[in-house]
């Protein structure tokens, strides 16, 4: 164990985000790119085709951007990483795959009571159906048939449709398309320079739930291959086609039924077979590693519905990842599925791909939040989602922030950085502490499936719930508890377990107990397992309720130790974790190394503190914290006796202690006399203020005509584009949209003249007022009428926006018009257009007035002050009195704040001040949400952002903007030491504002 990387953790330890491949690519800006993201503290990236990329996907200059971003990154000690698909989920190669019929993705269709003619019918049947119960075949009122369909096809996948990941066929056709033509181009730089492979999101379909089917009827279908019906019946030795209805729906009202287990294990081995083996096979051939993750993996439900079983498949990569969608997700079982799978076949190194879905206003403080509790389970890969190439037309709506320069906090995000890549090195060091096994219950998901169980991932049926929630439980009372335990899957256990005197061994883990919880069906071969392993001495532990099937068949379950589904009771019957944390809400994970053991516990509660606490460790030796913000080692005080040492700590609110605890100190303790008392001051008043940009108005509604017809009164610009793509029949843009390297394929039609006018209303004489837009090449632009001249442009924000002067004399005061004439087609981009420079500004509606800036700011949203557009860093000069040994900043809203060079990121937000009187910087650095968006959606704390949030409809919109809050929200305060005499700061020549 070195602790000398602490303070410098290697790149392997460092995220690698996506970086979204979305514009025309120039080499020159992603040189820039890469350079950025080192600054950022990134030990790589992924480069990863997304919507908008207008070079062509494996055309020739594609791979030769990929070479030179290889070698580039390789000059700067940078990892590059290829993704193998065009957006996603992998297995098409962008439509090349799905071009040919015989590959598309199909499914069998039940249709009860059909009113029309069907082709391709397997069978049809009479019973009669209430819900989803039937009862026996042969007469009833009610008329079942089961034929085969396609997916329906979607701009998405360039027109066409996703892949069938069971046929092999179509596995070779994309491997042959996409990864072949990376070994062709690429030659002796992978395995070197180029490190490995993203799969992203490949499924075999959806089992009655209808996601990602692009069906109206996919809530009727299950996935098909051709060879479906031949591989069902050698491998479980029946006709599936009789047994279609009991597939469907429940005989009789009974809930569970072989047919539906068996169906379920045959799409997982097809699924594995047929695609998971032949992608990691070529890999190895390859020397790459495979990372990336599968579809979806956030509870039971998703899991069977689209995958079957996520730690079966993490088997077959290198470096298997999961995906963490959203601030507040907190699924916390997929990590441990993932470490489970990771620890039993031998795999160090673990992927998130994290932060999707979050949009632009998520702080640091949540990027902390949703990566520690992955990192403390185990996870030591960070993939971010996303970092944008550019935010030209709909790829500023792909799924943002941008985790980039685009973002004005991008110079501070080392400081994230540095912190993770110290929590995964950490959490890789040694081995895990771990000795209780959990059989995981998700095929008691799948014996039970049945038309209408599940709506787009969304769970209808109580009894499958209860396994949900019992699934959960499970996890958190062992983990608050410090009690660590791993899932095993019942497939990989017939093949990886066996018992070994009183230990039970799973590949490369042993156990000691193994817990049965939540199950209503069981192998017979975990039975066998679970017989000899209580038969030699093992705890085998049934918690409530035993399972009640045995293969999916009533059976009677063999007699374990028994006790009720209950913490007390569980922890009473279980050996006392080794390291324990007396307050609520900590997760804790021991790891023994070759010194000593690293103790790391998280507080999961992002609104609490958790203070005094006493932690319980049950070894002697020294203890010392490693600061993962910092890299320093810090001494800890501690008792020891009866076996056990004892320390008390604090914790913030979301906040992680990583302790280590050796027979020899790291550091040694030294004699501290007690901390000063310190006064506690909150400094309230209007302050002066520094803006880190020139301030920003957003006009995003525009009157409109085509063709010079009739003006139509003012729309938000991304309705316009809607409706003028409407008129004209083509795809509007969005999330499924078909890519501009494939439309460029194809004429491209003119379809009218567009005239686009913005107006704003300027209260005062102005000094400065820029207008900044997309395309600038592409339209003619009017201010108040007059022709301006767009030959001289700067960069703003990101390559897709340029900046023009507007001449002073061509604004007035009142109101003003920006005028935008273009020649529209299918790759148009109708966008809003923006006002930079040094005004205020204030709505009526959705009209903006540009007023005069503020001389001083109070605490409070600067929204409500002349900046509701404002992104930039925003700097309060404080005044603070001699003696003032510790700034807090109660509450912020921004991604982060900087105070004397300190990034506060989150929880305590404390800075280390040098007890002079003077004028304080205090630098709020806020986040792009209240520029781009989205600014109409009226739907308050959604949980997710993506692309269709920023063209919501009815209730779900609002006209005039809706902000998050930016700024100093609550006063700061300061900590005195009060044996100095304190004087209040007096500006004065010698430390003025302007010195700042």
């Given amino acids: 164990m070195n602790f000398n990387d602490l303070k410098n953790p290697k ?100 249709e009860i009571d059909p009113l029309t003619e069907a082709k391709d019918v397997l069978a049809e049947f009479t019973c009669d159906v209430e819900g989803s119960t039937y009862t026996k075949l042969g007469a009833g009122k009610n008329h079942l048939r089961f034929s085969i369909v396609e997916q329906g096809k979607s701009g998405f996948y360039n027109g066409f449709t996703y892949v069938d990941t069971m046929n092999r066929d179509a596995t070779e056709a994309y491997l042959q398309s996409t990864h072949e033509k990376y070994a062709e181009k690429c030659g002796d730089r992978l395995g070197k320079s180029i490190k490995g492979i993203f799969t992203d999101e490949p499924h075999r379909g959806a089992v009655l739930d209808g996601f990602s089917m692009y069906r109206e009827d996919g809530a009727s279908t299950v996935p098909y291959t051709q060879k479906l019906f031949e591989e069902f019946e050698k491998r479980f030795g029946y006709d599936l086609i009789p047994k279609l209805p009991e597939l469907f729906l429940q005989l009789n009202g009974e809930a569970v039924s072989p047919v539906k287990w068996h169906f379920i294990e045959l799409l997982q081995q097809l699924f594995i077979e047929n695609f998971a083996i032949p992608c990691q096979q070529w890999c190895t051939k390859n020397k790459l590693i495979l990372t990336g993750h599968i579809l979806h993996e956030d509870n039971l439900t998703s899991q069977t519905a689209m995958s079957g079983s996520m730690m079966r498949y993490y088997e077959h990569m290198d470096l298997p990842g999961i995906d963490v969608l959203g ?37 640091f403080a949540g990027h902390k939040a949703v990566g520690d509790w992955q990192a403390l389970l185990g996870i030591n890969l960070r993939c971010h989602h996303l970092s944008w190439y550019t935010m030209r037309g709909e790829a500023k709506r792909d799924y943002p922030a941008s985790i980039l320069h685009q973002s004005a906090w991008y110079k501070e995000y080392k400081h994230v950085e540095d912190y993770f890549a110290r929590f995964g090195m950490l959490m890789a060091e040694g081995e895990a502490v771990c000795d209780v096994l959990v059989i995981n219950p998700v095929e008691s998901v799948w014996a039970q499936v049945h038309l209408g169980w599940s709506d787009c991932l969304a769970l209808q049926d109580k009894k499958i719930q209860k396994v949900e929630d019992d699934y959960q439980k499970l996890f958190t009372d062992l983990l608050e508890n410090q009690i660590d335990f791993d899932y095993g899957d019942e497939e990989m256990l ?408 300190q990034v506060l990121g989150w929880d305590p937000f404390i800075a280390e001040l040098d007890g002079k009187e003077e004028l304080l910087e205090v630098e709020v650095i806020l986040t792009r949400r209240n520029t781009f968006g989205p600014l109409h959606d009226a739907v308050e704390g959604r949980y997710w952002v993506g692309p269709q949030h920023f063209t919501t409809e009815g209730d779900e919109w609002s006209d005039p903007c809706i902000f998050v809050a930016s700024g100093l929200l609550a006063a700061p305060v300061i900590y005195l030491n009060q044996k100095q005499e304190t004087k209040i700061y007096e500006k004065n020549t010698q430390l003025s504002t302007a010195a700042l």
């Avoid at 030179?68 to 000059?75: H, Q, V």
């Avoid at 079982?333 to 206003?361: D, F, I, N, P």
């Fill in 11 to 110: 790149m392997q330890w460092r995220g690698k985000p996506f970086w979204s491949w979305n514009g025309k690519l120039d080499k020159d800006e992603l040189f820039h790119q890469i350079d950025v993201m080192k600054e950022m503290g990134f030990g790589g990236y992924f480069m990863h085709s997304r919507t908008g990329l207008e070079t062509e996907y494996l055309g020739e200059e594609w791979f030769d951007l990929i070479n030179a971003c290889a070698d580039y990154g390789e000059s700067l000690g940078m990892e590059s990483w290829l993704y193998d698909e065009d957006r996603w989920p992998s297995g098409l190669a962008g439509g090349l795959v799905t071009k040919h019929p015989e590959f598309r993705q199909k499914a069998i269709l039940l």
């Fill in 327 to 363: 601030e507040h997700n907190k699924n916390y079982w997929v990590v441990k599925q993932l470490a489970s799978t990771a620890r039993q076949t031998g795999k160090t190194q673990m992927l998130t791909e994290t932060y999707g879905c979050t949009g632009w206003q998520m702080p």
């Fill in 494 to 901: 017939s093949r990886l377990a066996s018992v070994e005197g009183d230990l039970f061994r799973v590949g490369k883990s042993t156990y000691r107990s193994i817990v049965v919880a939540g199950m209503v069906t069981m192998r017979s071969s975990t039975v066998q397992l679970l017989k000899a392993f209580e038969q030699a001495g093992g705890q085998v532990i049934v918690a409530g309720q035993a399972p009640q099937y045995i293969d999916a068949l009533k059976a009677d379950f063999p007699s374990f130790k028994t006790i009720d589904f209950d913490k007390e009771a569980l922890l009473a019957a279980l050996p006392k974790a080794i390291a324990l944390v007396e307050a609520e809400d900590i997760f804790g994970q021991v790891r023994k190394t070759d010194k000593g053991l690293v103790f790391a516990a998280l507080n999961v509660n992002r609104d609490e503190r958790r203070e005094n606490v006493l932690v319980n460790i049950a070894a002697a030796g020294h203890v010392c914290e490693l600061d993962l913000q910092s890299g320093e080692i810090l001494a800890v005080t501690s008792e020891y006796a009866n076996g056990v040492t004892s320390f008390t700590c604090d914790f913030s609110k979301a906040g992680e202690k990583v302790f280590f605890i050796s027979p020899e100190p790291l550091i040694e303790a030294r004699a501290e006399a007690p901390p000063e008392a310190l006064e506690e001051r909150p400094l309230s008043g209007n302050f002066e203020y520094r803006l880190g940009e020139d301030n920003i108005c957003v006009l995003d509604f525009a009157r409109f005509r085509m063709n010079q017809g009739e003006w139509q009164n003012a729309q938000e610009v991304l309705k316009i584009d809607q409706a003028i793509r409407d008129q004209y029949q083509i795809m509007r843009r969005g999330g499924e949209m078909l890519q501009p390297w494939f439309v460029k394929q194809q004429e491209l039609k003119e379809l009218c003249e567009l005239e686009l006018s913005y107006e704003f209303e300027l209260t005062y004489a102005a000094r400065k007022v820029d207008l900044v837009l997309e395309e600038v090449d592409k339209f003619q632009v009017f201010v108040n009428g007059v022709a301006l001249d767009t030959s001289h442009t700067e960069r703003w924000i990101d390559i897709a926006f340029q900046r023009l002067k507007i001449p002073h004399d061509l604004l007035r005061q009142g109101q003003n018009t920006i005028s935008l004439k273009t020649i529209y087609s299918e790759m148009s981009n109708v966008e809003a257009i923006y006002l930079v420079g040094d005004f205020g500004v204030a709505l009526k509606g959705i009209q903006r007035q540009l007023i005069p800036l503020v001389d001083k700011v109070k605490i409070g949203d600067l929204c409500e002050q002349g900046f509701p557009f404002y992104s930039g860093s925003f700097s309060y000069l404080v005044p603070v009195p001699a003696g003032s040994e510790k700034l807090r900043l109660p509450q912020i809203a921004g991604a982060c704040a900087k105070v004397k060079g």
